[in-house]
């Protein structure tokens, strides 16, 4: 992974001519580009192929099914040119390994604590549990609160040197260097970088304090 960059930029728009060109204008500033489902629905899992053109890219599909489909998301995720992918776990061990086994070499990501305050009521009281589970089950990686230091803390003391890539940083009020320093690998940036009226700087100003 590209550590020189921290950046994952979300592109959480719905044309795929918006996300093409925000890609292509910040591709050479970040380390890898997020798709969400609102970008997915509206324009085909072709999409991913297009960006990866730019840079890679993680599936941010928070998947959360029964085995079997499970693992025909992360087939059509990892035809199209999936770098990662994200997932629950609360579906239980028979979906994670299922997910795994079919995603190959494609990385999963498993989400243990999420980036809105709702996080609390159910996800946070079983964190403990998500972690063990995930490491049992061979993910590369986990989703971490950057607006929640103190947890995101907690989550790296828990998975050692496994990769950590922290959403809630900007519009969320975390912020990247507080995120990198408590433990984040990779940072996830969305509406601010194309908000900003000028990603590269905002982008370069970000990088260069990291």
């Known amino acids: 992974m590209p550590r020189h960059k921290r950046v994952i930029a979300a592109l959480d728009v719905f044309e795929s001519s918006e996300a093409i060109r925000i890609a292509d204008q910040i591709k050479e500033e970040i380390a890898f580009i997020k798709v969400n489902w609102p970008l997915v629905m509206n324009e085909g899992i072709g999409i991913v192929g297009k960006l990866s053109r730019f840079s890679p890219v993680i599936c941010d599909f928070k998947i959360a099914d029964v085995p079997n489909t ?51 009521d159910f996800i946070d009281l079983h964190t403990d549990e998500m972690i063990d589970m995930s490491k049992e089950c061979g993910v590369y990686g986990f ?14 003391s828990r998975v050692g040197n496994s990769c950590i890539i922290s959403p809630g940083i900007g519009a969320q009020g975390g912020t990247p260097a507080e995120a990198i320093k408590h433990g984040a690998d990779y940072i996830i940036i969305g509406r601010s970088i194309y908000e900003s009226g000028d990603p590269v700087s905002y982008l370069r100003e970000i990088n260069s304090g990291l």
């Open 70 to 120: 499970n693992a025909l998301i992360a087939r059509k995720s990892r035809e199209n040119g999936a770098w990662g992918i994200i997932s629950h776990q609360f579906t239980g061990r028979d979906s994670m390994e299922a997910l795994i086994k079919e995603a190959g070499d494609m990385k999963v990501f498993s989400v243990v604590s999420m980036s809105n305050a709702g996080s609390r």
């Open 143 to 156: 989703v971490a609160p950057g607006n929640n230091t103190k947890m995101l803390e907690y989550i790296r």
